[in-house]
């Protein structure tokens, strides 16, 4: 289900991966909803719930958007996938989970830092908070982060808006699920040497880093340690060391030595 339309009507087209939720229980998409035509917002939706994703379906027919339904393999997949679907229909795509609460003025600060800086920009990126610690963007000398020759190293994708003709060389890492997906992308950009602009803008979002319950949070463990490997066999395994702290950081948080089974257990198979 996707419509038609012109990229020079509005330059930004928006990608919400949506999972297990209801749409209309969306922060981002009841916000987002209100700052762009509805032509130029796209549903993913992994879902594996089949009612949730019935329900979607009705819910982006109602408000007119479009929608894909897609295969829980990976977001570097899923966001490839948004890629070929939607760079033909605008000049920059952004990218959205379904849980950050975006300003109301979001999209319209976009658009003129772009024709402020007369699309020199390929990269735009806000500022991420969760538990009132900015968490995106993260800076080469993060002593100088406030100064415009700033440096960035990676930031989270969520918010981020990229130049359609980037994808013409970089793609996202399909091998990876759901970690370090933005560490890569931000890699690649800094190779092809893309210019990344901060946004004047500062987004809140949900991590499931702060997950109460033991089980799931031991679930998505097991998903970032895959991804840690992944991630390890091409940037070296110094990154291990954060790996093992973000153990470490879980174990006393849980008062469980599960964390660290799973580790010995996934180093055996």
């Not at 990126?125 to 406030?146: D, E, G, Q, T, W």
Request: net charge positive; aromatic share 14%.
């Amino acid at each position: 289900m996707v419509k038609g339309d012109d990229k020079n009507d509005f330059p930004l087209a928006v990608c919400i991966v949506i999972y297990n939720l209801d749409l209309c229980s969306s922060p981002t998409f009841n916000s987002l909803f209100h700052q762009l035509p509805s032509e130029k917002i796209y549903i993913f939706d992994n879902s594996i719930i089949a009612d949730v994703k019935s329900k979607n379906v009705e819910s982006a027919r109602k408000y007119g958007v479009n929608y894909r339904k897609t295969k829980n393999i990976g977001l570097g997949f899923t966001y490839n996938g948004a890629i070929d679907l939607m760079k033909n229909h605008c000049e920059y795509i952004g990218f959205f989970d379904q849980d950050t609460f975006i300003p109301k003025d979001y999209i319209s600060i976009v658009i003129n830092q772009i024709n402020n800086q007369k699309n020199t920009s390929d990269v735009f990126i806000p500022h991420v908070r969760a538990n009132k610690k900015v968490m995106s963007p993260i800076f080469k000398n993060r002593y100088i982060h406030y100064k415009k020759h700033a440096v960035v190293k990676s930031a989270i994708n969520s918010g981020m808006f990229v130049r359609t003709k980037i994808f013409e060389n970089i793609k996202f890492d399909e091998n990876l699920f759901l970690d370090y997906i933005d560490h890569d992308f931000f890699r690649k950009l800094n190779l092809i040497q893309a210019v990344i602009s901060v946004l004047p803008l500062t987004l809140d979002q949900n991590f499931s880093d702060n997950e109460i319950n033991l089980q799931k949070a031991l679930k998505r463990f097991e998903s970032y340690w895959k991804d840690t490997k992944e991630y390890c066999k091409v940037y070296g395994t110094y990154n291990y060391f954060v790996a093992y702290r973000h153990m470490l950081k879980l174990t006393m948080r849980y008062k469980s030595a599960d964390f660290l089974k799973r580790v010995i257990s996934n180093a055996k198979s």
